[in-house]
């Protein structure tokens, strides 16, 4: 099954950028829409971001306007571009990947999922 690799997390101060990573360890991305899921302790997991396999994308209202998805399927690899970043966005981000779904989407049980990046906003 696909294995997912997310890097590029670490410690930022209210105001700056990160970016993160989702690379798919041998296997390609192509065929599947991606998503990047966030969870702080005591809450519940937020899907803040998708991009389909059409190259749409859909945010959450607590990041749109401030992140941006993409990927690069010629090098499996899914982006998280967080600009502006605030302290109530520290949380685990983690990627996930779902086949059959064409369009981005935050609503489908997506299938594939990584092990998280730490992000901390101070």
């Known amino acids: 099954h696909v294995q997912l690799v997310e890097s590029g997390g670490g410690s930022v101060q209210a105001g700056g950028s990160l970016k993160l990573s989702c690379t798919a360890s041998g296997y390609v991305i192509s065929p599947y829409t991606m998503a990047w899921f966030r969870q702080s302790p005591g809450k519940e997991r937020e899907g803040i971001a998708s991009i389909g396999i059409d190259g749409s994308t859909m945010y959450s209202d607590s990041v749109k306007g401030r992140f941006a998805i993409s990927r690069d399927d010629a090098r499996s690899t899914l982006y998280l571009e967080m600009t502006n970043l605030r302290p109530e966005d520290t949380a685990m981000y983690t990627c996930?990947?779902?086949?059959?779904?064409?369009?981005?989407?935050?609503?489908?049980?997506?299938?594939?999922w990584g092990q998280g990046t730490q992000v901390t906003v101070s």
């Open positions: 996930a990947a779902v086949e059959r779904e064409p369009k981005a989407t935050l609503l489908a049980v997506y299938r594939y």
